[in-house]
């Protein structure tokens, strides 16, 4: 199968400063989680010259700041169109250095776009107010002021929509972002930064507002945490990673939105249609093979029903193709690594350990001509909340089952988590649905929805799974600081 083209100059590491640099820092591979070649190696940057991007990435925030709100429409309406137009060679490359598969690939492209034209068309609408005052010579006006610089942190499971996510809300609002992809992904980052210069300088926007910084996350993260210039950190990833970039955002009380783990309940009551149930949970569950923060990672199943869904679900999954992530039939590819693979093998083995039943897979399975990183659609039945598949994410294409017996239950089962990202409800009981999904506690509810992401939605969890919301127009105010003049008026 062709390898595409990874971007126009294989020595670029960076993007910053408005230009691409090339690195002073050790080189980073970038793997194929496919076939386990190397694609890329991407030289990183230093402490140094990552604290310099940082000063540029100020500077541009001034820049963005002076822009007129037409131009920043007009700039984060060009990014969409441009994602779309490039979506084959994005799509490729994503693709390449994720193992997800190429048709879900093309979809990321589309998805990352409409967080552009989401976010234009809500800094269009956006308005400051002005409050009634209570006194009569008091005149209370309220602005809407871009944040400043931000530095973002993405990742490697959306190597595109977390970038457009973070992105487009914040120059929508007049600040630039410094983005650190991931390690495992940061070809699809620096292909988009070819993009973003074309585009800049079409609309005549200031290029260093976007900026693709690669190299150690921990050094990256210190120097821009550090700057002076950074005015908010976004970060999507691991709560154990989120707690500690927090605590070092703590000394500037920078503003931070922190979009971490998931450990997602999908609740199917025995009142609800069991095909549509099935449809909806196979969205959750195999979009990118259950490598997503909002994937059900817990299968809770009304007593009476989970031997009729598991039966149904097992026909589904058995459809699954299993193959090369380049392959247009394919539906099932990579996990992104071996420690990724590790952690679900190490789920099944736990779970079957305490008395799991594996009704379907629970092992790898080979694919020809590629590396030793594909794992069987699974179910695992009589799971129980202390295993550590119900514990944990598993990040990977395994439902693990467990029965319930009452609302009441579902629901307790449901909650006793520490995240609190996302969750399911299926059911046709049409009070049963909103107090259920009124009664979750998570960011996120999928009422017979099994994928309740879109750009218009306030995406974004509680409990370990952080805090703030990025999409829709509660996205555009993430990025915006309010500021009131009081005034007075003399009637003399
Ligand atoms: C995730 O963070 O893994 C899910 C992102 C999304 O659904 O947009």
Redesign the pocket.
């Known amino acids: 199968m062709q390898q595409p083209r990874l971007f126009s100059d294989p020595q670029v590491a960076s993007f910053a400063e408005g230009r691409f640099l090339d690195g002073d820092a050790s080189e980073i591979e970038v793997l194929d989680p496919a076939t386990g070649a190397v694609l890329a190696r991407v030289r990183g940057i230093q402490g140094a010259t990552a604290a310099r991007a940082a000063e540029a990435n100020g500077v541009a925030a001034r820049a963005m700041r002076a822009l007129p709100v037409d131009r920043r429409v007009a700039l984060v309406r060009a990014l969409g169109a441009g994602v779309r137009a490039d979506r084959d060679r994005l799509a490729a490359i994503l693709t390449a250095e994720s193992g997800k598969p190429i048709v879900e690939s093309r979809g990321e492209v589309e998805?990352a776009a409409t967080f552009f034209d989401n976010a234009a068309a809500a800094a269009e609408m956006a308005a400051g107010d002005m409050p009634a005052a209570r006194a009569a010579d008091r005149r209370v006006v309220v602005l809407r002021e871009p944040v400043g610089a931000t530095f973002a942190i993405t990742?490697w499971?959306?190597p595109l929509?977390?970038v457009a996510?973070k992105l487009a809300p914040a120059l929508a609002a007049g600040c630039s972002q410094a983005v650190k992809p991931s390690e495992e992904t940061p070809l699809t980052a620096l292909a988009f930064a070819e993009i973003f210069a074309r585009t800049a300088d079409a609309v005549g926007a200031p290029r260093g507002a976007f900026s693709v910084v690669v190299g150690d996350a921990a050094t990256i993260a210190r120097a821009f945490i550090e700057h002076p210039a950074t005015r908010k950190l976004t970060f999507?990833g691991s709560t154990e990673v989120g707690r500690i970039l927090a605590a070092q955002c703590a000394p500037r009380l920078m503003r931070t939105a922190l979009?971490l783990g998931?450990n997602a309940p999908l609740i199917v009551f025995g009142d609800a249609d069991l095909d549509r149930a099935v449809e909806q949970a196979m969205l959750t569950k195999f979009?990118?093979m259950g490598?997503?923060?909002?994937?059900a990672n817990r299968f809770l199943l009304e007593a009476g029903i989970a031997g009729d869904f598991l039966a149904r679900l097992e026909a589904r999954m058995r459809a699954l193709a299993v193959g090369d992530p380049r392959d247009e039939r394919t539906r099932v590819g990579p996990l992104v690594n071996d420690a990724a693979i590790a952690k679900v093998e190490r789920h099944v083995a736990d779970a079957v350990a305490r008395g799991a039943r594996v009704r379907l897979g629970g092992a790898r399975v080979k694919v020809a001509g590629c590396a030793d990183r594909f794992f069987a659609p699974t179910i695992l039945e009589n799971c129980t909340p202390s295993m550590d598949c119900a514990r944990e994410e598993t990040f990977g294409p395994v439902v693990a089952a467990m029965t319930f017996a009452s609302e009441r239950e579902a629901v307790e089962l449901a909650n006793a988590s520490p995240s609190g990202?996302a969750g399911y409800v299926m059911t046709q009981d049409a009070d049963r649905l909103w107090r259920v999904a009124e009664a979750l506690d998570c960011g996120v509810v999928g009422a017979n929805d099994g994928?309740?992401?879109a750009a218009e939605a306030p995406?974004g969890g509680r409990k370990d799974s952080g805090f703030g919301r990025e999409?829709g127009a509660h996205g555009l105010d993430a990025y915006v600081d309010l500021k009131y003049i009081s005034l007075r008026v003399r009637h003399d």
Do not use: D, H, V
């Open positions: 998805y990742p499971n959306f929509a977390m996510r999507t979009e998931g979009r990118f490598q997503t923060c909002i994937s990202l994928a309740p992401s995406f999409g």
